[in-house]
Each structure stands twice: as structure tokens, then as C-alpha cells.
């Protein structure tokens, strides 16, 4: 795993609140000021962005997301022309706002007999899910991970151990995302919570690169209701966004539109500290299910997962 972390950095060959304390002992008075972390701050007044009226990206396919250069969309798809149940497919752009290609199968070795879906390109990385029969595996769908040679081939994937070495559970792990940060690098992903409905969890990498147990986003993730399919992208050195989707229910400030719903969330201090997830709205959400939301790497379209899959473009 530690060749994982160092392909990151590979080049893209791809397509307040405050609180005193005073300590009193005898004469003496020490006063301890604690801050409130940054993501905090502007938690209550985080709102989400504005977007465009959501239109037709593919026919046929769910849990999208582009590749960093905006050049290729993968997606889940159970099409006529897959190797399994599912497979990961993709279609290709000369540039942004170009037309999509006709649909492509990524193929052996990372498409299986099996069901293989929520891809996750990081430039010549592949994470992904599959339900693949392979030794050890920890039951419902695991993560794997692929490496793409320069001539385009990809690698026999890798599984990530299971708990508590690794992230990976008894149960289906989906829409695994990987960020690199100041202060670390780490794998978001969602999975069965304590209740046992869907919640999102991360992991943090090791010195060694591989990556451990997952814990639970509180901030994230709601009891009772299903949260899934994270994607984490980086809007600078210290501050990211992330998308994923859910059944939570809706406020009078924040409403839910039907089934999953596409939510939006900032932090400047990972993992843990995100600000109140708020709906990506109307324009995004519809009454059926949307699910997968993913971001573009610059942070300005929005794809959602809806039987096909639909973009919207930001617009604040």
C-alpha cells in the first residue's frame, strides 16, 4: 500500500466562538482560551452553493464521477456488453463542455463476473467497489484499488484489508474518496453504521501508506437514516467539500425533496470537522432518488446517479 500514497503525487497521465477558563489556585489565576476549529466557525452559517437546473449527462448508468482532468466520466452500469452484473464504465471528452463518447467498458482486470461499481479515479489510481469472490475478502462489496500504466492498462486490483487492519467490513463499502491533506491522507467512504443503516466513515493512511479501520463522521452521518457515497475534492491547502447523498429528513430552512437527496458539506480541518450538511436544492433534487453526488475536481459541476445521470453546473 505504501506505492499508493506515492502515486498520488504522480502526474496526470489520465484522458468563533470562544471559551475562557480561569484556573484558580490561591493567588494564582492561569486563563486557558480554547478555539473553537475553523470549521466550526462558519458552521451555522455554511449554505450550500447554487446550481444550475440539473440536464442529462449519460443515459443508463449511476454513481458517476469525472477523472481529474475532466476529460473522462466512469460510472456504474449494468448495460448490454459488461463482463458481470454490474461494470465500470466510461465515456470520453476533448474538452469541457465537449460532447461524451459512445460508452466504453474499462474490461478485465478491474471489471469481474461479479458487480463492480463507485469508481474513483486519482490521476493513475482506480478505487472501486466489487462483490468479486477473492480471498480476502470481508463480505458484502469491498474496496479495491487499480494503478494505470502509462501505456493505459490497468493493474489485477489490490483489496484493502479488512478491519481493524483495514477499511474494509462484513458489510458493502461504497464511493470510496481519497484526499490528501496538511495533515494527512485519508479514505472516505460510507458503510454500515451503528444502527445499521449507511453512515460515513473514514480512514486515515499510515506511515507505510496502507490505509486502517474506518471510523464514523459523526458530523456526516445521521442515526436512523441512510448516508452514502461520499466524494471529497479540495477547494485549497485548507479547505475542502464534500458531496454525498441521503434520507435524511428535511427542515423549513434546509427541505428534502424525496428519497436520497444530493447534500453538500466544507471543513477546513479534516477528517472530522465539517460544517451542517445542507440539500444541494431543487435544481439537483428531484422526488426520486439521487444518489452518488460527486463534484468535478474544479469544484463546478455536480453529477448525481437518478437510473441515468444528470450534471448541474455552480453558479454562485
Not at 452500469?77 to 465537449?98: F, N
Amino acid at each position: 500500500m505504501k506505492t499508493f500514497i506515492q502515486s498520488l503525487n504522480r502526474p496526470s497521465g489520465y484522458p468563533s466562538c470562544k471559551r475562557s477558563l480561569s484556573l484558580l489556585t490561591g493567588s494564582i489565576m492561569a486563563v486557558v482560551v480554547l478555539q473553537t476549529p475553523p470549521a466550526l466557525a462558519d458552521a451555522s452559517s455554511s449554505k450550500g452553493p447554487a446550481w444550475g437546473q440539473g440536464h442529462l449527462a449519460v443515459q443508463g448508468g449511476g454513481c458517476p464521477i469525472e477523472t481529474p482532468d475532466a476529460r473522462s466520466l466512469m460510472f456504474a452500469s449494468g448495460r448490454p456488453g459488461g463482463l458481470g452484473d454490474i461494470d465500470i464504465w466510461t465515456v470520453d471528452r476533448t474538452e469541457i463542455g465537449a460532447e461524451w463518447s459512445d460508452a466504453k467498458n474499462l474490461s478485465e482486470p478491474v471489471n469481474s463476473d461479479a458487480a463492480d461499481f463507485c469508481p474513483s479515479p486519482t490521476d493513475r489510481t482506480l478505487l472501486f467497489v466489487s462483490t468479486r469472490v477473492h480471498p480476502g475478502a470481508c463480505g458484502g462489496a469491498d474496496i479495491y484499488m487499480s494503478r494505470q500504466s502509462p501505456a493505459g492498462d490497468w493493474s489485477e486490483p489490490e483489496h484493502l484489508p479488512c478491519a481493524p487492519e483495514g477499511p474494509n467490513t462484513a458489510a458493502t463499502e461504497r464511493s470510496p474518496s481519497i484526499i490528501e491533506s496538511k495533515r494527512g491522507t485519508f479514505l472516505f467512504f460510507s458503510s454500515a453504521g451503528e444502527a445499521g443503516d449507511d453512515d460515513i466513515f473514514v480512514s486515515t493512511a499510515r506511515a507505510d501508506g496502507s490505509f486502517g479501520p474506518g471510523r464514523l463522521v459523526r458530523r456526516l452521518s445521521t442515526p436512523g437514516y441512510q448516508d452514502q457515497m461520499p466524494t471529497i475534492r479540495k477547494r485549497s491547502a485548507w479547505s475542502f467539500e464534500i458531496t454525498f447523498n441521503s434520507d435524511r429528513p428535511g427542515t423549513d430552512e434546509d427541505p428534502a425533496y424525496g428519497g436520497q437527496d444530493a447534500y453538500w458539506a466544507k471543513a477546513r480541518v479534516l477528517p472530522f470537522w465539517w460544517s451542517k450538511p445542507r440539500n444541494a436544492g431543487p435544481n439537483v433534487n428531484t422526488l426520486a432518488n439521487e444518489t452518488r453526488a460527486s463534484l468535478s475536481a474544479d469544484l463546478q459541476r455536480l453529477y448525481v446517479g437518478r437510473g441515468d445521470i444528470y450534471v448541474s453546473e455552480r453558479e454562485e
